[in-house]
């Protein structure tokens, strides 16, 4: 009798913990530096999946590269992707399809690189970058494209060391990432503890 009653806990909370990961908020693993210095590999953020906040200019998001960034199949074995599926699970590490990035265009502005004193801009607008890497470029990459309705241009904040919109600007799609393919929002470092703390949206 015992057994069972440790059994069915365990069950039920595996169930309410996949329910929550999977409609609520997830653990992430930060598994590069493309977000320094908010974020450092081997961090680990919670990200929210509530689909009412929506995505705005300035949000850290977590999202799916396959059919953008990655192919969209994947090439591991069966079993190479459960054992990673399950790291991934747990927070221990990344996933080579899902990244990390800044918003910094939504559907219909127009982003480009850059003014005359070396800023982004968007909707002519110079945009203020303060989370950018120190000593480090807003992009070394010049660009101005128009962001379609449902897309998202997506930049890392340590700029030289991440892979983002501008790597993909000649290929298929130009390096924008579609809006269905937001897993959710980072809004918090929970590890490592000393770092930990919250993740703040833009104001505007």
Not at 10 to 17: E, P
Not at 121 to 143: C, I, K
């Amino acid at each position: 009798m015992g057994w069972r009653f440790v059994f069915s806990a365990v069950f039920l909370a595996v169930l309410v913990t996949g329910l929550v990961r999977g409609f609520l908020l997830d653990v992430y693993f930060i598994p590069s530096a493309s977000m320094e210095p908010l974020l450092t590999e081997g961090d680990r953020v919670l990200v929210s999946k509530l689909a009412d906040q929506g995505v705005q200019r300035g949000d850290v998001v977590v999202f799916d590269g396959r059919g953008s960034f990655d192919p969209i199949r994947d090439p591991r074995s069966l079993p190479e992707q459960v054992l990673a599926g399950a790291g991934q699970w747990l927070g221990l590490a990344g996933n080579d399809t899902t990244y990390v990035k800044r918003v910094i265009g939504v559907g219909g502005d127009r982003v480009a690189c850059c003014s005359a004193g070396g800023s982004l801009t968007v909707n002519g607008t110079v945009l203020d970058e303060p989370y950018v890497h120190p000593d480090e470029a807003a992009s070394t990459t010049r660009f101005d494209v128009v962001v379609p309705e449902g897309r998202l241009w997506l930049l890392g904040d340590h700029r030289s060391a991440s892979m983002d919109s501008r790597s993909l600007l000649g290929s298929p799609g130009g390096g924008l990432v579609a809006e269905d393919r937001i897993i959710g929002r980072a809004f918090q470092l929970v590890w490592p503890l000393d770092r930990s703390g919250p993740i703040d949206r833009p104001s505007d």
